[in-house]
């Protein structure tokens, strides 16, 4: 499914969201782990903000007030994907989704590299 | 691009979540589709009628179709502010569907949030409310313990 290989996970987060800490962040970093590629974390409340917004605008989901957490992966040759945003809907639904994704065929595609 | 209908199920299937009403009250918040022409809107909107959400579904992004929508239906009376206006993308890797569409499907989300917490530092604020019998929207006083819009009532 995913013919480029992983460089980064890059996590857009605030410690304050039950969204992002654990539910998003903790299930990212051992992603990254297990993959071998390091997991940036851009906390918005403090001066990573402004790369956050950086990778929001270019990449994600972007709004005044932009829902937090949004996933993206870097990839070698340079390009990233805008992977997960978090659910507005519910904090079950951002967990069932970080899941999904840990399970899904993108996800299988790179460990295979 | 995906019919209507599909679309309506997917969102049923895999948007589709009771979360504790937003700020309000102690009652369930549930999704509720809203009758609209060739688009997708739904509410998040408690037991007691008070609608935390409304959120339009589609395959791309259309946040001034979807401000246009609001300020049709809810008129002047409920100021919509661009901070409470925000987006999602839903690939298919997340919402665990990658079997039935391929990489690049997405469903674009665009949320309203009727902030209670910001409403509720003035005492006659107005908010939006749904019917719980015709599922229509109306505004009342945000204090309000009606439940039914004024042709329901
Ligand atoms: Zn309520
Ligand atoms: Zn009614």
């Known amino acids: 499914m995913q013919n480029k290989k992983l460089k980064a996970i890059h996590v857009v987060y605030a410690n304050w969201c039950p969204h992002c800490m654990p539910t998003t962040v ?9 993959l071998g590629v390091p997991c940036y974390l851009y906390d918005i409340d403090t001066d990573l903000v402004s790369k956050a917004d950086e990778l929001v605008k ?56 | 691009m995906q019919s209507l209908k599909d679309l309506k199920h997917l969102v049923q299937n895999y948007l589709n979540i009771q979360s504790k009403c937003y700020g309000h009250c102690d009652t369930v918040a549930s999704l509720n589709f809203l009758k609209t022409r060739n688009r997708l809107v739904a509410t998040f909107s408690c037991e007691n009628g008070y609608v935390s959400r409304i959120i339009g579904y589609d395959n791309k992004e259309d946040v001034s179709w979807f401000k246009n929508y609001l300020r049709r239906k809810l008129g002047d009376r409920i100021q919509i502010d661009d901070k409470d206006i ?6 298919p890797w997340d919402l665990g569907i990658e079997n039935k569409f391929s990489e690049d499907f997405f469903i674009k989300e665009v949320y309203w949030t009727q902030n209670y917490r910001k409403l509720s530092v003035n005492p006659n604020a107005l908010a939006v409310f749904q019917c719980l019998k015709c599922k229509n929207l109306f505004i009342q006083e945000l204090s309000s313990k009606n439940s039914l819009c004024e042709s329901c009532k």
């Open chain 1, 58 to 113: 270019k990449y994600g989901d972007w709004s005044d007030d932009y829902i937090i957490p949004q996933v993206f992966f870097e990839f070698e040759d340079g390009t990233f994907k805008h992977v997960l945003t978090g659910y507005s809907e519910g904090v079950e639904l951002t967990r069932k989704a970080v899941n999904n994704l840990l399970n899904s065929e993108l996800v299988k595609s790179l460990k295979n590299k």
């Open chain 2, 86 to 91: 925000r987006v999602a993308t839903r690939h």
């Open chain 1, 26 to 34: 903790e299930p990212m970093k051992k992603l990254a782990l297990e």
